[in-house]
């Protein structure tokens, strides 16, 4: 970094650089610079379309830090690092005994860290970057051997303090998209915790997500019904249920649930906003628009009036109102809504977050219904080129963007490519989403119309078939979409 004059660096120049490099490349984890920015030795930011990355000096002299702790804490025990945490006045000696137990995770000691979580009272935090890396560092042959092993060993007459430091962790790696890791985590989880406090609760129900459909329904009615017969049951957990509920396509149970936390809420203005954030996306789900612009609109409100920063529920308040409004072919207010969305994601969060792909992908909805391919087109595929930077494998927004490009080849004639997309969007939705959801249906009827299209009229009745059953069991034979689907089952029978 003295070589090039600056701390802030592009990313292919930072680990050939001759007085960072080599500290950059000394942290071995499944991606080390991933690793320096979990630890905030790097941050970071967007200049002109480029990614760049600070180099942190604060973070560099807790590394070094860490190294004398390690050297020194040699052969003590783990209350030798609790002394330094608790006494020490030293500004950085928490986070130097942080970066101490990373090394020794790299040496593949553990007994310091467990020891620490389950006597650390008032800052377990230091122990949550250390069983991260603990997970990540897991090898890719044995990763649910030893990931299981690791969660064994922590919660041998565990304590809330244990449960903390898990859903501490649960949500870094969650944070950077480390799907795989979380499967086995949570699969693990929910096979050993019985539920008895409120945390272990929550964390049972946001592990949900990474079960498969299956066992995530069988287990999310089950933590439904014990919810319902407990007394006091604050708010949040109501929130957590209901958006459990919501992935899984349930809506109905998930606009109840949200109903119920929303009445619990009382004074915490921000969950407010979060619930009727979802109320307004259940809702669009239902085919209820009316009712979906007015709590994205209340959500909103609640936002500019409280002048609380939450960028992420404004911006899908925004998203919705533009997605209610292409629906009600009103294209123009649509269009002025989902490009604020993407302005606000622009600013806030950069060209290389999911969100942004997001709205690139929500605005090319728009362009998509107004007959604007073209400029569909290129939303989608800065939506799918973001997607594909972030993700290391197909997930249900890869599917999205997938699907939606297949609908403008559709609208193009182009119905051989249409049909590609779409079977490569379907084979990813089954073996992510299940058989049993509203994307699946979705992708079913969208590659039934192009097989039409293509004079595939055999495979076309079979998939429209299926989609139709699919939209009748999820959201009930009067919805629009179910009846449209019922009559074009009777055009292809009649081909």
């Not at 190294?67 to 020194?72: D, F, G, L, R």
């Not at 789900?285 to 404004?314: G, R």
């Not at 927004?397 to 080849?409: A, H, K, M």
């Amino acid at each position: 970094m003295l070589q090039h004059e600056q701390h802030l660096l592009p990313v292919d120049l930072l680990f050939d650089d001759g007085q960072i490099g080599d500290f950059v490349k000394s942290i071995q984890i499944d991606s080390p610079y991933q690793q320096m920015l979990m630890e905030g030795v790097l941050t970071e930011s967007v200049r002109e379309e480029k990614l760049y990355v600070s180099y942190s000096v604060e973070g560099y002299f807790h590394y070094v830090l860490g190294e004398v702790i390690y050297a020194k804490s040699e052969g003590k025990s783990a209350e030798y690092l609790k002394e330094i945490i608790e006494h020490n006045k030293l500004n950085g000696a928490k986070e130097g005994v942080e970066q101490c137990l990373i090394r020794d995770v790299q040496k593949d000691n553990l007994s310091r860290l467990i020891w620490l979580i389950d006597n650390l009272s008032n800052s377990t935090e230091v122990c949550v970057n250390s069983l991260a890396y603990a997970f990540l560092k897991c090898s890719f042959k044995s990763r649910q051997k030893e990931i299981r092993n690791i969660l064994k060993k922590l919660l041998k007459n565990y304590s809330l303090l244990d449960i903390d430091v898990i859903s501490d962790a649960v949500s870094m790696l969650e944070k950077y998209n480390k799907i795989e890791h979380l499967e086995v985590i949570c699969n693990f989880l929910c096979r050993f915790l019985s539920p008895k406090t409120p945390e272990e609760y929550m964390l049972i129900i946001n592990s949900l997500e990474y079960l498969s459909p299956v066992t995530r329904k069988k287990r999310l009615h089950s933590l439904k019904a014990k919810l319902v017969s407990l007394k006091g049951v604050p708010s949040d957990f109501y929130y957590a249920l209901a958006y459990q509920y919501e992935l899984i396509s349930d809506y109905k149970n998930a606009f109840s649930l949200y109903a119920v936390a929303l009445k619990k809420v009382k004074l915490n203005e921000p969950l407010k906003v979060k619930i009727y954030m979802h109320m307004a996306q259940v809702s669009l789900y239902k085919d209820d628009l009316e009712k979906s612009i007015y709590y994205a609109k209340k959500s909103n409100k609640i936002i500019n009036k409280q002048s609380i920063q939450n960028y992420y529920e404004k911006d899908c308040n925004y998203s919705t109102l533009g997605e209610a409004y292409r629906q009600k072919e009103s294209y123009g207010t649509a269009l002025k809504y989902q490009i604020k969305s993407l302005e606000l994601t622009l600013e806030n969060f950069g060209s290389f977050d999911k969100i942004t792909a997001t709205s690139y992908n929500n605005l090319g909805l728009v362009y998509r219904s107004s007959g604007e391919y073209e400029l569909a087109i290129h939303c989608y595929e800065e939506a799918l080129r973001i997607k594909e930077n972030i993700f290391n494998e197909p997930n249900s927004s890869i599917i999205v963007t997938l699907n939606n490009l297949g609908v403008v080849y559709k609208y193009e004639e182009r119905y051989e490519n249409a049909v590609t997309k779409y079977s490569k969007s379907l084979t990813y939705s089954i073996q992510i989403n299940g058989d049993c959801h509203v994307m699946t249906a979705t992708i079913l009827y969208n590659l039934a119309m192009s097989q039409k299209n293509n004079n595939d009229i055999s495979n076309a009745r079979k998939n429209c078939k299926k989609s139709y059953s699919l939209f009748k069991q999820l959201l009930g034979i009067n919805h629009s979409t179910t009846k449209l689907i019922k009559d074009k089952i009777s055009e292809l029978n009649d081909l």
